[in-house]
């Protein structure tokens, strides 16, 4: 089995992955990992974490979700997790602090080409240590999120678990302009990216060797747009090329 684990490190309920929301995304993921071979799948982590800002308290980002590209046996996908996943202080995200995001199944085989942190139109702001709630402009117009595409497809192998950790630099993405006001300016870097190898004792959870991958250190493109990914642009986004459900693949 291949686990893959996404970490974003937050102090919050995720429906999608805790059950703390409605029981039918809770019942769909089981009977979406029932269907696995256990025998010819991979297991994939997600996770998020912050680096400190010294100008603010509190930096409010609103999420729609977080996305996986993916592609393999001819096909291409959409892994989409923590969806509506909403306010999250970056900031409550330091110091070794995390949170999954989702633990899936992913088929032997099957390619990671990027992940894509997609946020809502509005909502996000800083808290100044004055007290002083600055509104952090985005550009106008539909954004698809802020992505980083991986220099080399990560290959998930069965029996490994693979795990992401991706840095939100709450420091590197908040400018403080001179009239006080604030802009958002997403910076996202792949803090850690490793692969799990099986050990010895097949009842370990633990046991095996663990491998950095060589995609670790990759960040978004923030000097283009901003960090953002405009709406439509680039092949990737067609959604025609994709299928919308994870086991298509299987």
């Known amino acids: 089995m291949v686990r893959f684990i996404v970490v974003i490190v937050l102090v919050i309920c995720f429906p999608i992955l805790t059950g703390c929301g409605s029981g039918d995304s809770s019942n769909s993921l089981d009977n979406q990992v029932e269907k696995i071979n256990s025998g010819n799948s ?3 982590k997600l996770s998020l974490t912050d680096a400190p800002t010294p100008d603010l308290t509190s930096v409010v980002v609103n999420v729609s979700h977080l996305e996986v590209l993916l592609e393999g046996q001819g096909k291409k996908g959409r892994l989409i997790v923590a969806e509506n996943l909403g306010y999250v202080d970056l900031l409550t995200l330091q110091n070794g602090v995390t949170l999954p995001l ?13 992940v894509r942190l997609v946020l809502k139109s509005e909502g996000h702001y800083g808290i100044k240590g004055s007290g ?35 840095d939100f630099d ?9 009239n006080g006001g ?9 803090k850690e990216a490793t692969v799990q190898e099986p050990g010895d004792d097949p009842d370990a959870e633990e046991d095996g060797i663990v491998v950095k991958l060589p995609n670790e250190g990759e960040e978004n493109e923030s000097g283009v747009n901003n960090g953002w990914e405009p709406e439509g642009e680039g ?3 067609e959604e025609s090329l994709y299928d919308w459900e994870l086991e298509n693949f299987f």
């Open 42 to 44: 991979a297991w994939l």
């Open 182 to 190: 604030c802009l958002l300016k997403p910076v996202l870097k792949l």
């Open 132 to 166: 002083d709630i600055c509104e952090l402009a985005t550009p106008s117009g539909q954004q698809s999120g802020v992505k980083i595409v991986f220099s080399s497809p990560i290959r998930f192998d069965a029996g490994n678990t693979y795990s992401l950790l991706i």
């Open 235 to 237: 092949e990737a986004l």
């Open 102 to 114: 989702a633990d899936v199944a992913i088929p032997d085989g099957v390619r990671a080409t990027q």
């Open 170 to 178: 709450a420091l590197k993405s908040v400018v403080v302009k001179g």
